[in-house]
T-cell receptor, first 112, second 117 residues
Framework: GDSVTQMEGPVTLSEEAFLTINCTYT??????LFWYVQYPGEGLQLLLK?????DKGSNKGFEATYRKETTSFHLEKGSVQVSDSAVYFC???????????FGSGTKLNVKP | EAQVTQNPRYLITVTGKKLTVTCSQN?????MSWYRQDPGLGLRQIYY???????DKGDVPEGYKVSRKEKRNFPLILESPSPNQTSLYFC????????????????FGAGSRLTVL
């Protein structure tokens, strides 16, 4: 069945460090891929998305590239800030749109 | 403003006392869903609905009921709450368009924190 696997956290980085959060998926056909972010005390909100192979989603300095050959959608940011501290969820919708599938979430702590 | 509204935001109740968490969206979305979030377990889907009068079980439906009588509303009903249903609940909605359109983005409510004693 369809699924999303992302690296376990928490991830602790110093401000201005490089961030990578790994996400791999299992799905038939060509799913749409997403990263959602949950700031403390809030609901989830869309960070970025990609709908086809080799697409790059980007927002707020974060990027992720849809890699069909490695079934991956890793989240990256070149220089994290304290305000990026949050929980990040990787997600997919299968090509037939029956439901959304979420990874388990990765908590990011950024220290000054 | 386009949004998903959940109520109540916080609730403390006792075992066995029926409760309903309401969810309403103003975006004319076809798809609506309920999730629960627990420490170490991530986000788990309870029920979802592809349209009015169409609902399906998610990963953890036991102890919950839902209904979709109108497009905008998708209430979550706990007929006889138990302590293991203490959790943070999220409602979310999305259009249900062709996969390639890029329109299928989930919009989440702010969450409802439920404590069952």
């Amino acid at each position: 069945g369809d699924s999303v696997t992302q690296m376990e956290g928490p991830v602790t980085l110093s401000e201005e460090a490089f961030l990578t959060i790994n996400c791999t998926y299992t799905a038939t056909g060509y799913p749409s891929l997403f990263w959602y972010v949950q700031y403390p005390g809030e609901g989830l909100q869309l960070l970025l998305k990609a709908t086809k192979a080799d697409d790059k989603g980007s927002n707020k300095g974060f990027e992720a590239t849809y890699r069909k050959e490695t079934t991956s959608f890793h989240l990256e940011k070149g220089s994290v800030q304290v305000s990026d501290s949050a929980v990040y969820f990787c997600a997919l919708i299968p090509y037939n749109f029956n439901k959304f599938y979420f990874g388990s979430g990765t908590k990011l702590n950024v220290k000054p | 403003e386009a949004q998903v509204t959940q109520n109540p935001r916080y609730l403390i109740t006792v075992t066995g006392k029926k409760l309903t968490v309401t969810c309403s969206q103003n975006m004319n979305h076809e798809y609506m869903s309920w999730y629960r979030q627990d420490p170490g377990l991530g986000l788990r889907q309870i029920y979802y609905s592809m349209n009015v009068e169409v609902t399906d079980k998610g990963d953890v439906p036991e102890g919950y009921k839902v209904s979709r009588k109108e497009k905008r509303n998708f209430p979550l009903i706990l007929e006889s709450p138990s302590p293991n249903q203490t959790s943070l609940y999220f409602c979310a909605s999305s259009p249900a368009r062709d996969r390639g359109s890029g329109a299928n983005v989930l919009t989440f409510g702010a969450g409802s924190r439920l404590t069952v004693l």
